[in-house]
């Protein structure tokens, strides 16, 4: 059923728009056939009683600006329409620019504009029988009003052939003008600001608002609120259907290439020739994995977008001990073959170079890929997750705070032995299974073990859920894989442009020094970043609390030093420093471990008459000079430029920020600078067309081939802890011990009698 009726009384008609008539003839003016058939044709007692409104008589005079308009002249076309156009807005009513004469060339001679109330609805729409859409509101209304001009071969001139200033309704008043149709225009630079803050994750409403307020009032927009979301709405469907989601996301990252030549990306399909596993990477992220790239982190999660497929980052670590993301993974699902997928794209990405160590949440799938891929590659499993699962796997809260303590003890391998036999044996759990398998892992969760082992200080994967809800503030679980990758770079901008700011703190302002040792807390307060001196500064006040018990020096040349806490003299330290190379280790392994020096160590040289402290205690990864580009060999060029780019962008937007504040104070001063800006953004766009075209890409990506969106995928059923959000834990079944119900609703509670 065709239900598209009322055609001829939609806002539509009242967009500009040219109709030839079929029996238009060359030089030929017809004055007496400027209305519409409809005028003639429908007139009958049915069409006047539906939809029509009181009788009106437009017996106001001519205004002495109204009788000088059928002897106007004008140099085009254009200049004549723009005329009634600002007539029409004037005087109260819309228009619809009705009929275009051409010649037997093709050339317009004749043009005829009426009042959008002109003619009525014709009459097989209103009595169509089987009907069930409502009727559209009617706005036509049988009015004459009409301008028509031709083109005047003698006088080279468009002139006014007719004008019909009478309406047969009443005209809007000014603050009713503003819903007039044809006046109402989205101007090309609000639709690209409405785009802009629409990608950028605002609310469609708060852009309204923002429009609003921009020019003092709804009534001074120039078009509604509606106007603008159908411009948004028309930008973000378009061509989605025969384009599709994918291709366009495929097409944007292929895009980001020409002007991050660094960028880099991969994707697989399926069988279906669906998207199934797709990585990407910016230069950025490139770079910051040759500087930091010791410990990666990754994990898995859901309900990132609208397909539900396992979303992964890898995340690190930077000089500011802050978060920071290498690249970015949809993949097709969690399995082995798709983690080592992943791990071998990564690796590919960061031209071969191999993590110093890895932290994942112990799925197994990324543990069969780890073991695959990074061979030799020390792994931890996430302290957090372990004790999360021990809540739930052994219900004794006591045994859950010992044994989180001797996970985390930095302590020798005996001494862990001897105490978990003691905590198993002292609650009575050597026969639960999952303490038994826990226990076959304990080489990938163990302080003690891992302490040798260099893991910047991450125990969990927590930085990976930090920025997983850092990214939560850009996209949406609704959001296509374009807008999705779209926000995750808006999400970057705001991780880096920190970076930048802590770059700014470290080197331009100086913290207080007051310690004791002021001449090593003024050397380290000058290399390290704020970040880590506060580390160190820890260190430091805590090394007094240790005192040197014993000193002795080996057979093999080693000096020992043993430490005692000098309110505990159980807690000792032990410490060798090796004379050949002046190098100093602590049983303890922070430095190791963590990249920075421990109070024990700190006492020690303190005993050895230390005035400074070494210079290979300062790991360049944590110092203010980290990403100093010649002392790490191997990185590319492309940080360099984006500094530049950075700088000039900087400089661009302060002339910008002033010339606003200057244009914005008039009217003309205003439309002066606006159409100079236009003129200047379209000298740059053809700028940067020509220096593309005159540009190869070092390395171009491949063309892309059509690819077919994924289908919504379903999350793979992690094993869930009985705990809430806020922390508190689950009530259980007091008939079953189960979660989920309760007593009076378990499938093991006896029915009642007679049900």
């Known amino acids: 059923m065709d239900n598209r009726d009322d055609t001829d009384d939609r806002d539509d008609d009242e967009v500009n728009f040219d109709e030839e008539p079929k029996d238009a003839q060359e030089g030929a003016m017809d004055n007496s056939d400027d209305t519409d058939n409809t005028d003639d044709e429908v007139v009958g007692d049915d069409n006047e009683t539906e939809g029509a409104e009181e009788e009106f008589m437009d017996d106001e005079e001519a205004t002495e600006y109204e009788q000088q308009i059928p002897s106007m002249e004008f140099q085009t076309l254009e200049d004549a329409e723009k005329f009634y156009d600002s007539y029409a807005k004037a005087k109260g009513f819309s228009v619809r620019r009705r009929d275009l004469r051409r010649n037997r060339h093709g050339v317009a001679i004749g043009r005829t504009m009426v009042c959008s109330r002109e003619g009525t609805r014709d009459k097989v729409h209103i009595d169509k029988e089987g009907r069930t859409r409502q009727h559209r509101k009617m706005t036509r209304h049988y009015c004459k009003a009409s301008y028509t001009v031709r083109f005047d071969r003698n006088k080279k001139m468009w002139v006014v052939s007719k004008f019909e200033r009478k309406h047969s309704h009443r005209c809007c008043n000014e603050e009713e003008s503003q819903f007039l149709r044809s006046h109402r225009n989205v101007s090309e630079g609000d639709k690209a600001l409405a785009i802009g803050m629409r990608q950028s994750g605002i609310k469609q409403r708060n852009i309204v608002q923002f429009m609003k307020n921009k020019v003092g009032g709804y009534e001074n927009l120039g078009y509604t609120p509606k106007d603008l979301d159908n411009v948004v709405q028309q930008f973000r469907t378009v061509d989605d259907d025969l384009i599709g989601d994918v291709n366009r996301t495929l097409g944007y990252l ?114 069969g890929a780890i073991a695959t891929v990074l061979v030799g590659v020390p792994h931890r499993l996430c302290i957090w997750h372990i004790e999360t699962n021990a809540t739930t796997a052994v219900h004794n809260k006591e045994f859950v705070s010992a044994f989180t303590y001797l996970a985390k003890a930095r302590i020798s391998i005996e001494e862990f032995e001897r105490r978990w036999e003691h905590l198993i044996s002292q609650h009575g759990l050597s026969a639960n299974k999952w303490l038994q398998d826990l226990y076959a892992d304990k080489l990938l969760w163990a302080e003690a073990y891992l302490k040798d082992m260099y893991f910047g200080g991450l125990q969990s994967t927590s930085r990976c859920e930090s920025c997983n809800h850092w990214i939560n503030g850009y996209v949406g679980t609704q959001y296509s894989l374009q807008r999705f990758v779209q926000g995750i770079d808006e999400a970057l901008e705001g991780m880096r442009f920190t970076e930048v700011q802590d770059d700014y703190t470290s080197r331009h302002t100086r913290l207080v020094c007051k310690h004791a040792l002021r001449t090593w807390e003024m050397q380290a307060e000058s290399i390290y970043t704020h970040r880590t001196f506060a580390i160190f500064k820890s260190e430091l006040e805590n090394e007094a609390s240790y005192v040197l018990a014993e000193r002795r020096t080996e057979s093999d040349g080693t000096e020992t030093f043993i430490l005692k806490n000098y309110m505990n003299p159980d807690r000792i330290r032990r410490l060798t420093f090796t004379t050949s190379n002046q190098d100093l280790k602590c049983e303890c392994a922070l430095f190791e471990s963590k990249g920075f020096p421990c109070r024990h160590m700190l006492t020690v040289i303190k005993n050895m008459g230390y005035t400074a402290l070494p210079s290979s205690w300062f790991k360049l990864r944590w110092t203010q000079n980290a990403k100093t580009l010649n002392r790490h060999p191997g990185v590319g060029g492309d940080v360099g430029e984006k500094v530049g780019r950075l700088i000039r962008h900087g400089g661009l937007a302060l002339k910008c920020k002033r010339l606003c504040d200057i244009a914005c ?77 309760f007593r009076p609703k378990c499938p093991k509670q006896s029915p009642k009698k007679g049900s």
């Open 665 to 741: 104070g008039s009217e003309s001063a205003f439309n002066h600078v606006s159409k100079t800006l236009d003129d200047l953004t379209q000298w740059a766009i053809e700028f940067a067309r020509e220096r593309t075209d005159n540009t190869t890409p070092a390395n171009p990506p491949a063309p892309l081939r059509s690819v077919k969106d994924p289908k919504i995928g379903k999350t793979k059923g992690t094993f869930k802890s009985a705990r809430t959000a806020s922390g508190k834990s689950l009530r259980k079944c007091s008939k079953c011990g189960k979660y989920g119900h």
């Open 254 to 367: 292929q895009s980001k290439h020409t002007s991050d030549a660094g960028s880099f990306f991969k994707y697989t399909t399926n069988d279906e020739g669906e998207l199934g596993n797709l990585f990407w990477s910016d230069s950025t992220s490139r770079a910051d994995y040759h500087f930091f790239g010791d410990v990666l982190a990754f994990d898995a999660c859901y309900k990132r977008n609208r397909y539900n497929r396992p979303f992964v980052m890898m995340v690190g670590v930077n000089h500011h001990h802050r978060n920071i993301i290498y690249g970015f993974a949809q993949l097709d699902n969690e399995t082995i073959p798709n983690y080592v997928w992943l791990l071998n794209t990564f690796l590919e990405c960061m031209n071969s170079k191999m993590p110093t160590s890895v932290i994942t949440d112990g799925d197994k799938s990324m543990r």
